[in-house]
């Protein structure tokens, strides 16, 4: 079945620098990317999403790449404040199979004032 | 407007005792339903998932069951909790296109005791 890979699982960073999260996946039929924001406590949030018919797509200070011939995907938040800060998780889902979502293990964005 | 109820919001449970715990959607009809849980700061899990009423697919072999006796119900059950179902238990739905990311419910937190 699928797979997804997360990379870092911590990242910090200064209060207006960019960040940086990485996937892979390993099914090529995976055709939908979504990335989940959760702050302490809460329900993860979808923030921004990207089929496999698109490269990249952009969002104020986030975007979403996809290589579908490598298997990745990446989320690149830009300007980041301090309510960055939160695990983010990416997921794939492919057409059947219940359309479930197979998650990463989640990144921890520590956003330094 | 769709949205997705679930309670309770906290339960502290003693060992051995049974769990019941609730999702219901509205405003869609035939959503797809999951329950993840969430292990203290760790990754999403998924437990079950279902395409329709009594259908109820386990990801993953545990002391926990799940029935959909309606339409737009999801019930995670258990007849005798362990220590080790502590955790976030999260309902998401979605509709049946993988064009489409999940709605997380609010949670549940349950310390088992």
């Known amino acids: 079945g699928e797979n997804v890979e997360q990379h870092p699982s911590t990242l910090s960073v200064q209060e207006g620098d960019s960040a940086v999260i990485k996937c892979t996946y390993s099914?090529?039929?995976?055709?939908?990317f979504p990335w989940y924001k959760q702050e302490l406590g809460k329900r993860p949030q979808l923030i921004i999403d990207?089929?496999?018919?698109?490269g990249e797509k952009k969002d104020q200070r986030i975007a979403v790449t996809l290589n579908k011939t490598a298997k990745h995907f990446s989320l690149h938040i830009t300007e980041t404040q301090p309510e960055d800060s939160a695990v983010y998780f990416c997921a794939a889902s492919k057409r059947g199979s219940s359309y479930k979502l197979i998650f990463g293990s989640g990144t921890r964005l520590l956003v330094r004032p | 407007s769709q949205t997705i109820h679930q309670w309770p919001a906290t339960l502290v449970q003693p060992v051995g005792s049974p769990l019941s715990l609730e999702c219901t959607v509205e405003?869609?009809?035939?959503?797809?339903l999951y329950w993840y849980r969430q292990a203290a700061g760790r990754g999403l899990q998924l437990l079950f998932y279902?395409?329709?009423?009594?259908?109820i697919s386990s990801e993953v072999p545990q002391n926990l069951s799940a029935s959909r006796p309606q339409d737009r119900q999801f019930i995670l059950s258990s007849k005798k909790l362990l220590l080790s179902d502590s955790g976030f238990y999260l309902c998401a739905w979605r509709v049946a296109d993988e064009r489409y990311g999940y709605t997380f419910g609010s949670g549940t937190r349950l310390t088992v005791v």
């Open positions: 099914d090529s039929a995976s055709n939908y």
């Open positions: 990207i089929r496999s018919n698109v």
């Open positions: 279902s395409v329709g009423i009594g259908q």
């Open positions: 405003g869609t009809s035939n959503p797809n």
